[in-house]
């Protein structure tokens, strides 16, 4: 069964950084594509980054030359490093698996995919 675990998250100033963890288990991280996506309150939940197998990267705008996502396929795990970091990226943070990365094809919110559980990001204002 394949689950996966996510870690770090928290409270942080304006400018401020943290980096998210996403574990995944039941199977290897080799073969998989990561998104991640993040639902702030009274939003919806939207994708900001991906990354493919062979390591390929994606994000949007919002978050582009701010955030960095890379994995250790050893450690199975991605990371997502959040820099500069704003009140409006307030957020729950989720990871997810997702097929592909490319072509948008992550933004799309998929039931039966595997999620991480979600993590708290404040950045107060």
């Known amino acids: 069964q394949v689950q996966l675990v996510q870690s770090g998250g928290g409270l942080v100033q304006p400018g401020g950084s943290l980096r998210l963890s996403c574990t995944i288990s039941?199977?290897?991280?080799?073969?998989?594509?990561i998104a991640w996506f993040r639902q702030a309150p009274g939003k919806e939940r939207e994708g900001i980054s991906c990354?493919?197998?062979?390591?390929?990267?994606y994000y949007e705008n919002v978050v582009k030359g701010r955030f960095a996502v890379s994995r250790d396929n050893a450690r199975n795990t991605v990371y997502l490093q959040m820099n500069s970091l704003k009140p409006e990226d307030t957020a729950v943070y989720y990871c997810?698996?997702?097929?592909?990365?490319?072509?948008?094809?992550?933004?799309?919110?998929?039931?039966?995919?595997?999620w991480g559980q979600g993590t708290q990001v404040t950045v107060p204002s």
């Open positions: 997810s698996t997702t097929a592909l990365c490319s072509g948008g094809y992550y933004l799309t919110i998929r039931d039966w995919e595997t």
């Open positions: 039941g199977v290897t991280l080799t073969y998989y594509s």
């Open positions: 990354i493919t197998n062979n390591n390929s990267t």
